[in-house]
């Protein structure tokens, strides 16, 4: 797997977009910046987000624990916190994965 790693941002799919619909680049942004801090409120809100055919966006809770810094050795408390968390779902595996 030596295949190299194309990087997609938020401006080429507004520009895709805004192509395949006819849409202005201006309003695509604007939907697409919406839809983004939707789902990043829900987040903070420690709501559930399911898209089909995409997968699970939730918060995961990380019990609190020691770790160590790595330069010093030093010990460090790290908190107990919320991390976001991604579950693909199957339908997507499948796609990628080419197997019908």
Request: hydrophobic content about 35%; cysteine-free; overall charge positive.
């Amino acid at each position: 797997m030596n295949e190299k790693l194309i990087t997609r941002t938020k401006a080429s799919y507004v520009l895709e977009i805004a192509e395949k619909t006819g849409i202005h680049k201006r309003d695509v942004s604007l939907i697409i910046t919406s839809f983004i801090n939707a789902m990043t409120d829900s987040l903070v809100n420690n709501e559930r987000i399911e898209l089909r055919g995409l997968g699970v966006l939730k918060n995961k809770k990380r019990r609190a624990r020691i770790a160590r810094n790595p330069r010093t050795g030093e010990k460090v408390r790290v908190d107990e916190r919320l991390v976001p968390t991604y579950k693909p779902s199957s339908l997507l595996k499948r796609r990628i994965n080419k197997v019908t």
